[in-house]
């Protein structure tokens, strides 16, 4: 069964950062795509970051770029989104997502692109 898991998420101050986690399994981690996106309240879900299989390159929304950053550690079966300077409108509840079988080491930035999905953890920046 496919599992993703995120975690990390809280309440900080404008400015401050937080390190999100999305543990995977049920899959062979590496072939696939892993991707964040994030929902603000009545507001559409909107890609943030992903990393590719294989080539691991990484995309980044215009609005997070240079503030977030997107690794894995594929012994733990584990992509993080660490999130530096963040703002109020950062305030979503933020999900990770997998695609795959994925072999182009291209990466995906739309929700219909990925077929697993995690629950998701609230992340609330205050001003």
């Known amino acids: 069964e496919v599992q993703l898991v995120e975690s990390g998420g809280g309440l900080v101050q404008a400015g401050g950062s937080l390190r999100l986690s999305c543990a995977a399994s049920g899959f062979t981690f590496d072939d696939y795509t892993i991707g964040w996106f994030r929902q603000a309240p009545g507001k559409e879900r909107e890609g943030v970051s992903c990393i590719s299989s294989s080539d691991r390159n990484r995309y980044y929304a215009g609005s997070v770029k240079g503030r977030f950053t997107i690794s894995s550690d594929n012994a733990k079966n584990t992509v993080y989104l660490q999130m530096n300077n963040l703002k109020p409108e950062d305030t979503a509840v933020y999900f990770c997502?997998?695609?795959?079988?994925?072999?182009?080491?291209?990466?995906?930035?739309?929700?219909?692109?990925?077929?697993?999905w995690g629950q998701g953890t609230q992340v609330t920046v205050s001003s």
């Open positions: 997502a997998a695609k795959g079988p994925d072999y182009s080491g291209r990466y995906y930035k739309s929700t219909t692109d990925y077929q697993y």
